[in-house]
């Protein structure tokens, strides 16, 4: 604990500093100390927007919530609860846009994949074809020659 709360002065990544104040406001919580378990939340909540850490902040923000209940603070509550709920639908925008985004990405590439089968195939198709075609025409003249010499011999 104590370890934890001096390397907060050390520490100049936003980041920890912001995820050691979150579980030390947590841990107050726990020990029922709801007004250092908050400063140490609001702390924790601007380093997270700082970095624009939106998860984070949800996570504090929902601790910050169930200490104002704790406290019967309804103001404070809900204000929070909104700012949660905003939080909470943004993170649901940008997860959905992940997902579509991985999705294009994974359409493309089996589009892609299609599109050079298809040209495989395509090559294969013609090349047979004009095989084909060069031994129609080279049976067509064997017999065209064989025809007019027995043609010749009959006359």
Known sequence: FKKAMSSISIDQNLLNRSVINFELGKLYFLKKDTQ???ALLKIALADAEKINNI???KNIIRSLITNYLALNNLASYQEYS???LKL???IELLEQEAVNTAFNSITNEQEQKLIH???KYST???LIFSGIIFVFIITFSLWLKVYLKKKRLTI
């Open 55 to 57: 998860t984070q902040q």
């Open 36 to 38: 250092k378990s908050i």
């Open 124 to 126: 294969y198709f013609w």
């Open 117 to 119: 089968e298809s040209q």
């Open 82 to 84: 909104k700012e949660f």
């Open 88 to 90: 909470n639908n943004q």
